[in-house]
């Protein structure tokens, strides 16, 4: 049965030596997440996701989640009262709003724990999450009402909440809608229509659960620009703001699907359902869009926090499982054959996944610290940096950390062997609940289209040239550092490869977009890999520098630092030139057969 | 629900104008393998594929198989049934001894047919694929009488066979094993252990299982060189040659998994069993290489079958699905969206499997013909070049096919978006299944490892030179066909880089060991991507001359191949680069670590 410990070291080291959170104490609610504090919150944080959602996350697998037919929906044995735990223990409410109840503390710390949770119980720490998304989305385009009707409950947990933008008939294009919303003469609106694949749509956690609806007014535009959001809650508030009577919405059927059974992925029916319009009518998708990039900065999350705790288990297995000798000569001689960690091809695996997965944290928190910057920093021209790289960095850590969070996870799997597949040793639960996080929120295709066809160009490339220059920058500033010059001098190489194939687009995409859309994938891993890049260079400079100074009693931790920055130079960074091969190469292959040739 | 179509058109356009099937008409069993009887053998192969093994593969997933408190384990509904029709046709006997009841057609044809069931029902496929391979050891390695004994029913379906190697503590290192045979007066031996992971062990469509056990004898060395094989029929035979009575053998349990849910993955209990001792005592391994080899190919082509099935759904559902608009302009203006194979994304996807499978199902095919001439040429040398090739591609298909069939899989699925994570459209099914193909049979890093570890040094690196040269004079040969010079110009960068890593191993490796093992998964992709571009230069090349020639009606089948072979040379290709970078870089950032660091 798999394990989980809270990474919790190591987010220390990427918040206080990385991003150096004390420096922004002057910032709101960063002033009350002091280190102590900080260490203090992820400790319990580790203490709730190990002891109370992890030990749930396989039974929560093989049971799922059951469908009465009143529409009803039970979640695994156990989720109730963890929810209940996670609700009293105001982890919901970290980094909310304290006018509506929340913590007030940053960002970049629920995006930490958001991980914990996630690794121990992805399918758990999904209802959650939906909440974080409708929160945002109500907070950034509801009215002041609205807000205070709905907020209070949900940051504290009571409600929850969920996204309801795919139908049957489409997903990634919105524009084809169906659902309706007929206004009605109390200023409300009758939503009609089927809502598919909604996760955590229905269950038994909270009192009240709050759709955030996408559907079209009756009369409106075609496309996109006809589309609404609307609130729609389970249960219609009554006059004292409490649940009430039952709306037209109800779960039709569960999905049964590939992993994340604990969740329950509902097909919503929503029958002359009452709803409220939240923000402009025809404007919704603006305000979904609120939800999305918050959605899909959490399922990048995801990618990352499945790969750690599948390396964590692999780790293990490879320390205790012995077989073969080792290349290099015996190395436990007491014993009838060798852990297989002494194996180099055991430790590709593993050394592989820990330099995503470290370059992956730093990563994720380093965006996170930039979204808390963009709403909380006195200076514009702050906010205008860190917006910007949000943007881009959006896609390319929904596409990237959860393209490698599920091939992390399959070797992973792969370092058991044959009990990697068999369901009670719990890998191939990790590779199955991996899998979504590719697909949902915009599949990974969708996140490299956003990537290349939109954040590319936006201020006429402001967020790409001062990404371009801080890395840049960066290596120009570090290659004498004797120590520092193979980390640099590969990063270097890598982001050439990246500026020239954002020069190749530049030159080739505007006449003929398919070449656009045949580099995109590449592109963004190409991207990705220049983002990772960079973190395990400033990660290396830091190790080098306090090594240098001392360390501290830290010499052992900040040596494998050292050791897994030179492993993503060596292993992985030369990928950024097969990318830019396939990306100048265009489209004309990939196109040239008629889609009946195929 | 998916559906199967077997690609009998470009088996023949493998078999015919790239193998040139023809030209061995003088060999044992290839005179009646001619073009019109391979085409209508391949045609029923076909039909019962697509219309009786495939419709019952969603089913046998969900249904699985069930053993009953005494051990009997029942398979999903149909497969019995389908078994038997199975059987009746006669195709478990294709390419086996006319001696023993078998057809003596080419193994390159029986492969051609294993391709078809795996592709319609891998788990389905799993039962005769084991039997086979217990076949090839009884015919390699025991007496005349143990074949007599067990051959003619088994060739004939009527009783199935099973590979025992594992046991709980061991799999890769069978060294380890534990379960031992105590000679008995009447010259049996009494088996007892157990073992575990045993496919086909246990199940309800054959009236005998032939269990073909790796044992040690009371006494026997440790390690390796102590290990014998035993034949332990689940029905001893009786003294006319008829299942008699039960021995003691046992299904113990059967795993719960991730895949292949219609096959009876079992726990086997053996307690005093009876068992035949199989070729020489202590030298079972090598027979039992035997087995391994031939299931490794079978491994090999499992990876390719789910690939193509995947594939096949895949480019069914691009052309249906609709959703967005073209890049390069509105493609269905009758839609209200395009179909998204349109999308150059979605094209990448299918292009690249489209790419990989054309090529693997070649170099099968071709290898499968080697296999053929090792075993019926007459020349010498020919059987001596046919083995070279067969013990150094043998690694590679079951690795590089396996891996990227996963792959493979896994972006087909990703082509249904949120669809594909649901049971229903069964997409996920073949990832889960095509799962087991890198594990099982010798896990993929094992392969790498034999193929850097022995097949490389074998015999002075024979066949690699050998290797070398055949695709080095390709390239030579056509560098002044305009046509041909972009698809050699990359086969050639390519072919290079994999002499590099071979000099560099050849360098690197024997002082320090380590830094094969570390090489080792990324030149045996490093070879599995210029063996595929072989295939695709003879492929290529083929093409242009039938099209200079006028193509013969088929002008649109060989533009296809034209084009795909340069899709292979422009986006995958290029990855060799990166493989040699990553083996050039050597062990040393992947050892550094203590085990007790990660």
């Given at each position: 049965m798999p394990t989980?410990?809270?990474?919790?070291?190591?987010?220390?080291?990427?918040?206080?030596?990385?991003?150096?959170?004390?420096?922004?104490?002057?910032?709101?609610?960063?002033?009350?997440?002091?280190?102590?504090?900080?260490?203090?919150?992820?400790?319990?944080?580790?203490?709730?996701?190990?002891?109370?959602?992890?030990?749930?996350?396989?039974?929560?697998?093989?049971?799922?989640?059951?469908?009465?037919?009143?529409?009803?929906?039970?979640?695994?044995?156990?989720?109730?009262?963890?929810?209940?735990?996670?609700?009293?223990?105001?982890?919901?409410?970290?980094?909310?709003?304290?006018?509506?109840?929340?913590?007030?503390?940053?960002?970049?710390?629920?995006?930490?724990?958001?991980?914990?949770m996630s690794a121990a119980n992805m399918a758990f720490a999904m209802y959650p999450g939906l909440t974080a998304g409708a929160i945002a989305a109500i907070s950034s385009h509801g009215s002041d009402e609205q807000k205070s009707t709905y907020l209070p409950n949900m940051i504290e947990g009571s409600w929850t909440g969920t996204m309801n933008l795919t139908e049957p008939h489409c997903g990634t294009d919105l524009g084809l809608l169906r659902t309706k919303a007929v206004p009605q003469d109390d200023g409300s609106y009758a939503i009609t229509g089927q809502k598919i694949f909604i996760s955590a749509g229905e269950h038994d956690l909270a009192e009240n659960i709050?759709?955030?609806?996408?559907?079209?007014?009756?009369?409106?535009?075609?496309?996109?620009?006809?589309?609404?959001?609307?609130?729609?809650?389970?249960?219609?508030?009554?006059?004292?703001?409490?649940?009430?009577?039952?709306?037209?919405?109800?779960?039709?059927?569960?999905?049964?699907?590939?992993?994340?059974?604990?969740?329950?992925?509902?097909?919503?029916?929503?029958?002359?359902?009452?709803?409220?319009?939240?923000?402009?009518a025809h404007k919704g998708l603006r305000a979904m869009f609120t939800m999305m990039n918050e959605a899909r900065l959490g399922v990048g999350v995801q990618g990352l926090a499945v790969s750690d705790v599948?390396?964590?288990?692999?780790?293990?297995?490879?320390?205790?499982?012995?077989?073969?000798?080792?290349?290099?000569?015996v190395k436990a001689p007491d014993k009838s054959a060798d852990p297989i960690i002494v194996h180099p091809d055991i430790r590709r695996m593993l050394m592989t996944i820990r330099a995503i997965n470290e370059a992956g944290r730093a990563l994720v928190l380093w965006t996170a610290?930039?979204?808390?910057?963009?709403?909380?920093?006195?200076?514009?021209?702050?906010?205008?940096?860190?917006?910007?790289?949000?943007?881009?960095?959006?896609?390319?850590?929904?596409?990237?950390?959860?393209?490698?969070?599920?091939?992390?996870?399959?070797?992973?799997?792969?370092?058991?062997?044959?009990?990697?597949?068999i369901g009670e040793w719990g890998m191939e639960q990790f590779v199955r609940d991996a899998r979504i996080a590719q697909i949902y929120e915009g599949a990974n295709g969708i996140?490299?289209?956003?990537?290349?066809?939109?954040?590319?160009?936006?201020?006429?490339?402001?967020?790409?040239?001062?990404?371009?220059?801080?890395?840049?920058?960066?290596?120009?500033?570090?290659?004498?550092?004797?120590?520092?010059?193979?980390?640099?001098k590969a990063l270097k190489k890598g982001l050439n490869d990246l500026q020239q194939a954002t020069m190749w687009l530049m030159q080739n995409a505007m006449a003929k977009p398919d070449n656009a859309g045949a580099a995109s994938t590449d592109y963004m891993h190409l991207f990705g890999l220049v983002a990772l890049g960079y973190m395990w260079g400033r990660m290396a400079k830091i190790a080098e520098e306090k090594i240098a100074a001392g360390a501290n009693g830290k010499t052992a931790f900040l040596e494998k630092k050292r050791i897994t920055a030179r492993f993503f130079m060596e292993r992985l960074m030369p990928e950024s030139a097969a990318h830019l091969a396939r990306i100048s190469s265009g489209a004309d292959a990939m196109m040239a057969l008629e889609a009946d040739a195929f």
């Open positions: 989980y410990q809270a990474p919790i070291e190591d987010t220390l080291f990427v918040l206080n030596d990385l991003l150096r959170f004390e420096r922004y104490s002057n910032l709101p609610g960063f002033a009350d997440a002091s280190p102590d504090m900080v260490e203090a919150i992820l400790g319990e944080a580790g203490r709730i996701t190990e002891k109370v959602l992890q030990p749930l996350n396989q039974q929560g697998d093989r049971e799922g989640c059951r469908r009465a037919d009143d529409g009803s929906v039970t979640t695994p044995a156990g989720f109730k009262q963890a929810y209940e735990t996670w609700r009293e223990g105001g982890w919901g409410s970290l980094a909310f709003d304290p006018a509506y109840g929340g913590q007030g503390l940053p960002h970049t710390l629920a995006t930490a724990v958001g991980e914990y709050i759709h955030l609806v996408l559907a079209r007014i009756e009369g409106a535009p075609e496309g996109v620009k006809g589309i609404s959001l609307f609130i729609v809650p389970k249960f219609v508030l009554d006059a004292q703001g409490k649940p009430g009577a039952r709306n037209g919405v109800v779960c039709g059927s569960l999905e049964e699907k590939m992993g994340i059974h604990g969740n329950a992925t509902c097909v919503m029916n929503y029958d002359e359902a009452t709803g409220y319009l939240i923000g402009e599948a390396y964590q288990n692999a780790v293990t297995y490879a320390r205790e499982r012995t077989q073969g000798r080792s290349l290099s000569g610290l930039k979204g808390d910057l963009s709403h909380r920093s006195a200076d514009a021209a702050e906010r205008q940096a860190a917006d910007d790289w949000m943007g881009l960095m959006t896609p390319v850590i929904k596409g990237v950390l959860t393209d490698k969070g599920f091939d992390n996870a399959v070797m992973a799997q792969q370092v058991y062997g044959g009990h990697g597949y996140q490299a289209l956003d990537l290349v066809g939109r954040k590319l160009g936006l201020n006429g490339g402001r967020a790409i040239q001062a990404f371009f220059a801080e890395v840049g920058q960066f290596c120009e500033e570090n290659r004498g550092d004797e120590r520092m010059a193979p980390i640099t």
